[in-house]
């Protein structure tokens, strides 16, 4: 009687015990739960543009200011140029038409006018054309493919710095990752221990350089793309159009 109110003893101290175990893991649990779930709308309370200057901020003003330099001077170039070659674009068709009709009507000098009061290169190649008609048409072909030259060097003005931003920001980034890199080895030689903490920071900021450097890439590879693929849109324009002029000053002289 006595050896079983022993076991029964024991089985009860064991199970209390079991209970009280499982119930402070219940509550470390519900209170880890707690404070999850208390600290992620802390971290989701930042918005995109606050996280992206956070990390910015994290990674250093010397490189990530280059960086952004860059991006800043790439876009006012892409957008310059985008203005640039918009205002540049011309109806190319209903220029050749209204060209052709001032010839039949009043001219050379009536096509020079309406060529005088349209914008865009396409226009001037065909007022450059029609003010040397008279000399002949090699003449006024010659003027025509010289000014086209021009034209085309004008569309073209400062893409080649958009290109160099280009490939300037993540090279600027992967020294960032570099200098971050030596000087996470530099704590861990000077410390002579592999403590991750001593070079978490140092290969953040590494690391941040990097991306910060490919997305300005990224954004103004697509603007270089985009202008372009507008350039050779007018050049071929353009080129289609010196045709049609040229065909229209042989009828005229016929």
């Not at 007022?127 to 010289?146: F, I, M, S």
């Not at 893409?159 to 530099?186: H, Q």
């Not at 590494?206 to 590879?221: D, E, K, P, S, Y």
Request: hydrophobic fraction near 50%.
């Amino acid at each position: 009687m006595k050896r079983l109110f022993s076991i029964l003893a024991i089985t009860c101290l064991m199970a209390i015990g079991t209970v009280n175990a499982n119930a402070t893991t219940l509550a470390s649990t519900t209170a880890t739960v707690t404070n999850v779930t208390q600290e992620e709308p802390a971290s989701e309370d930042l918005s995109f543009h606050q996280e992206l200057k956070k990390r910015f901020i994290e990674g250093g003003a010397g490189f990530m200011g280059v960086v952004l330099l860059c991006l800043i001077l790439g876009l006012a170039i892409a957008i310059e140029r985008i203005i640039y070659l918009n205002l540049s674009t011309t109806n190319t068709k209903k220029l050749t038409q209204n060209v052709e009709d001032a010839l039949n009507s009043g001219g050379v000098e009536a096509a020079k006018e309406v060529c005088r009061n349209t914008k865009g290169p396409v226009a001037s190649i065909f007022y450059q054309g029609l003010d040397r008609v008279d000399e002949g048409t090699d003449a006024a072909e010659k003027a025509v493919v010289a000014y086209g030259g021009v034209q085309m060097g004008q569309l073209e003005k400062n893409v080649s710095w958009i290109s160099l931003f280009i490939a300037l920001a993540p090279m600027l980034g992967f020294m960032g990752t570099v200098i971050g890199m030596i000087s996470a080895f530099d704590k861990i030689e000077a410390a002579g221990d592999m403590n991750p903490s001593l070079v978490a920071g140092g290969i953040k900021v590494a690391l941040l350089t990097t991306v910060f450097g490919l997305i300005v890439a990224i954004i103004l590879q697509i603007f270089y793309n985009y202008i372009i693929a507008k350039i050779d849109s007018i050049v071929n324009d353009m080129e289609d159009a010196s045709i049609t002029l040229m065909d229209l000053l042989v009828r005229h002289k016929k």
